[in-house]
């Protein structure tokens, strides 16, 4: 997974953000930078997940952004 794609494409990645996680808030997503650390730290709020299977959840859902065209992950979300 690489990280820098969704840096690079933060914008759209928010909204993709929301679709696959419907805890995460509009509010929520203002607040958040495009570091993997503030993501996984809200999605653990939001989630009472544990950081490890945080992180492994986030690296899932960024790497379906490794092909990144016309704002579409390579495998759907």
């Given amino acids: 997974m690489n990280w820098d794609i969704v840096q690079g494409n933060w914008a759209q990645m928010k909204g ?8 995460v808030t509009d509010d929520d997503l ?3 930078d495009d570091k993997k650390d503030q993501v996984s730290g809200l999605l653990q709020e939001r989630y009472g997940w544990a950081k490890e299977d945080t992180d492994k959840k986030l690296d899932e859902w960024a790497g ?3 092909n990144l065209t016309d704002d579409k992950p390579a ?3």
């Fill in 75 to 77: 495998g759907g979300i």
């Fill in 64 to 66: 379906k952004f490794n």
């Fill in 16 to 23: 993709h953000l929301k679709e696959a996680w419907g805890n």
């Fill in 30 to 32: 203002q607040k958040l």
